[in-house]
């Protein structure tokens, strides 16, 4: 069974950086799409970032602060969070689908999720 394994998260302060890290279980594991998800307190579940079909996508909120990357040896992403703001204060989950088309922002279609690592942002 493929789990997702997620390191990283931690304090910062405004401003300040954080790299996670998301590695799949098996080796044979082949997603059409992998990236990241956050909640917060109180909140739904919101769409940070995606790989798929070799193209980036990311929410308009964390545009030009977060970098999504991988490493195809590894079946790994990560993602790089720069300028960071209290409001990006939640948990971030790792996720990944083998579905093909749809509503790629939905974290319905997803099939597997890492454990969730929090990161907190202090003003």
């Known amino acids: 069974q493929v789990h997702l394994v997620e390191s990283g998260g931690g304090l910062v302060q405004s401003g300040g950086s954080l790299t996670l890290s998301c590695a799949a279980s098996?080796?044979?594991?082949?997603?059409?799409?992998m990236g990241w998800f956050r909640q917060a307190p109180g909140k739904e579940r919101e769409f940070v970032s995606v790989?798929?079909?070799?193209?980036?996508y990311y929410a308009d909120s964390v545009k030009d602060r977060f970098t999504i990357s991988r490493d195809n040896a590894r079946n790994a992403v990560y993602l790089q969070m720069n300028s960071l703001k209290p409001e990006d204060t939640a948990v971030y989950y790792c996720?990944?689908?083998?579905?093909?088309?749809?509503?790629?922002?939905?974290?319905?279609?997803?099939?597997?999720w890492g454990q969730g690592t929090q990161v907190t942002v202090s003003s």
């Open positions: 790989l798929r079909g070799g193209r980036i």
């Open positions: 996720a990944a689908d083998t579905k093909y088309g749809g509503n790629i922002y939905n974290p319905g279609r997803y099939d597997y």
């Open positions: 098996e080796r044979t594991f082949n997603p059409s799409g």
